[in-house]
């Protein structure tokens, strides 16, 4: 079975969550099946690997899960990027928008040494807003973003297009195009 058909047959939809007209996309059960989910890290490390990282950075929440497996398997730190308010020592904030609202993420100012080489890794590239914001807090830490990878993106919403421009040359790996 292909990598994407593995992914996608483990992914559900839930449909009208969070909000009326959203169909969420559900990774538990990717997440709960051995074989996916070290198919995907590793696909992930294998990325990580090819373009020389130094650190991981997963979005809060799901790409937690997603990041720190990959840091471990390479051997590259790994970095949180939180919603605003649950990091506790100094930090870079930078609000965005997404598909149903606005939000704040941080990261420590201290996460990244000069020059670091930074995978970000998440879950879904909708809007691009997430993505976006990560990447203005990565720039402003002082590090450089050597790619993206996300499991899914909702191509349909044109993250993409809004995030490239922030990347110049840098690749956008996505898993899944929905």
Known sequence: MELRDLLES????????????????????????????????????????????????????????????????TGAGFVPVRKMGKLPCATYAENYELEYGSATLEVHQDAFVAGDRVLVIDDVLATGGTVGATIELIRRAGARVVGVSVLMELGFLGGRARIEPLLADTAVRSFIEI
């Open 10 to 73: 483990r992914i559900r939809d839930v449909p009208d969550w969070p909000k009326p007209g959203v169909v969420f996309k559900d990774i538990s059960p990717l997440l709960a099946d051995q074989q996916a989910f070290g198919a995907l890290v590793e696909a992930l490390a294998d990325q990580c690997t090819a373009v020389g990282v130094d650190k991981v950075v997963g979005i809060e929440a799901r790409g937690f899960i997603l990041a720190a497996p990959v840091a471990f398997r």
